[in-house]
Structure formats: C-alpha cells, structure tokens
C-alpha cells in the first residue's frame, strides 16, 4: 500500500513532505528535524496538538486540505474561511503552501520563563 504524498511548502523557509491522513504540524516537524526547512526564523511553535492553544497558526495559500474541530478563541469562523488555520488540526488532500502565523492571546513563553525564574508572578 503507497501513501499518498503532498508538498507543503513554507513561505520562505523551504518544502515538507506531507502524507494523506497526516497532520500539516507533523508533517513540518519531520522537515524541521531533517533541517528541510532551513530559514525559519524560530523553532516550529508546538503545543497541545489537539486545536486547543493556538500556537501553530498557519495561513494556507494554496490548496486543498481538511480539518479537524479547533478552538474558536485561536481561529474565528471568518479567519478559517481566509485560510487561517491550525497546522496541528489539517490534514493535506493536495499540494499546499502556507506560511506561519503569531499565535494571538499565547503568552510570551520566554518572558513568562524570565518571570518564573526571577520569583516574579
Ligand atoms: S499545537 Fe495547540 S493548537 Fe496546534
């Protein structure tokens, strides 16, 4: 059996290998680590995996994809409909391009850690 196989690629930071029934956040994580996506400007952002935090929010520009159920607070219905998603929710059904999106209403996860180790908060 040959699993269906999709490029996503990534405004400006290279090309992932995406497979039919594999979430996008995995998909980008597999390039990441095999140095694939060589010019993002930060570590992919990853954190519940389940549409719930918000933090791989991703604008796809092209192609066709379907989705899982995501929270509302990250992705309203009028930004999903512009192509505004959540990369560990959506599954490739053809070719893709996006790019990364800042995560809105995440707390500075640097700055929160400066606070924790100062004793402040
Ligand atoms: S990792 Fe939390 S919404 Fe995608």
Redesign the pocket.
């Known amino acids: 059996m040959t699993v269906e196989r999709f490029p996503i690629q990534v405004e400006g930071s290279g090309e992932a290998s995406g497979h039919a029934g594999e979430r996008v ?1 995995v998909s980008l994580e597999r390039a990441q680590g095999f140095g694939q996506l060589k010019n993002l400007p930060v570590r992919l ?12 929010r991703v604008r796809v520009t092209a192609g066709d994809y379907r989705s899982d159920k ?2 509302r607070a ?1 992705v309203s219905e009028e930004e999903e409909a512009a192509g505004l998603t ?4 959506i599954y490739p059904l053809s070719a893709l391009s996006l790019r990364l999106e800042p995560a809105v209403g995440v707390k500075d996860k640097k700055q929160h850690c400066k606070k924790s180790e100062s004793g402040g908060e």
């Open positions: 956040l952002p990853v954190g519940c995996r389940r549409g719930g935090c918000g933090v791989c995501m929270s990250h959540l990369a560990c929710c």
